[in-house]
């Protein structure tokens, strides 16, 4: 299978040859077709079309072992002396092969006209006319031959340079993941060391909602996009992790829009959010706090807002942004770069809002009906 697709491959590069060399034949064709008009010496259109494709028909032939030399003699540094002295003596072999093969075709195709002409004396007009010519060809052949092989270079190192890219972004986005995993364990195994001396059972009832969280999230360890679905039964289990911890003082309400369910989002992009929101907005309280969560098709785009009714941000003072947001934020420039957008902001309200916008990508159709809570 192989070498079927370097054979058609290189039969594609011979027609591609074939045919640059006939549209220059095609427009020497013309040229010669109207100036021997003008010059009171018309010819047919076949005699001018066959004389000039004869022309460059040769070049098209010769032009395979100039493309060869050109690529294994190239003017480096190292070896463009070399290079110089292989070239110069090919261009000389190269016009006189050329004249030599157009001697013979000159020949065969006066024969067909009734006007014989000798291999010599095609030879001797052919060299007083095209000697120098056959030079430049030469040169242009090799100029037109090395202009192809950097673009070809120029596109290798292009597709090189954006799988580099590609596995470098992977590789941030593998060590911010790396760093947010530990970071909701480890609080999430503190609050199950404070639970143990006053509620066992509650304990082990959070010990069993992360067994699950855990089990979730390794399955998806290796996706940096899941469905929003499924990101949605990973912070179920974290939620309920915390609704043993807060009891009620902890109130949840979901308003996910049914089309976007099966829209693509960050792998566990919404616990940090979620866990930023109860960790400020209702942790420092004693009052019942509230955490609202929605979601929103919007003109192409997806909208995830995590509302709380905390204290909100202080005048307009910035954010204090812990592992949590700032491996967020960190991750969405990886994935999304301009195309996304990150704010924090006092809801109306009162409290805080996180609203995250991101593409409206889906893995397949939508179905289902609209989580609630």
Known sequence: M????IIKTRWAKALLVFGFWTLVGLAFASQYYISMARADNPVTWGHALSWTLADWYVFAVLSFPVIFLARR??????TWVRSVAVHGSACLLFSLSYMALRALVAQSQSGLGGQPVSFTAAFKVLLLKT?????LIYWVIVSVSYAFEYYRKFQERELQAL???KRLTEAKLHA????LNPHFLFNTLHAISSLMHRDVEAADRMITRLSDLLRLTLESADSQEVPLKQELEALQSYLDIEQIRFGDRLALRWEIAPDTLEARVPN???QPLVENAIHHGIGPHARAGRIELTAQHEHGRLRLEVRDNGSGLAGNAAPEEGVGLSN????LAQLYGPEHRFELANAPAGGLVVRLTIPFLIDQAATGPAIGR
């Open 163 to 165: 799988e580099l890219e």
């Open 131 to 135: 000697w120098h010519f056959n030079l």
């Open 268 to 270: 566990l992009i919404l």
């Open 176 to 179: 911010l993941r790396m760093q």
């Open 2 to 5: 192989r070498d079927g697709s």
């Open 73 to 78: 003699f190239r003017f480096e540094s190292a």
């Open 328 to 331: 967020t934020r960190a991750r």
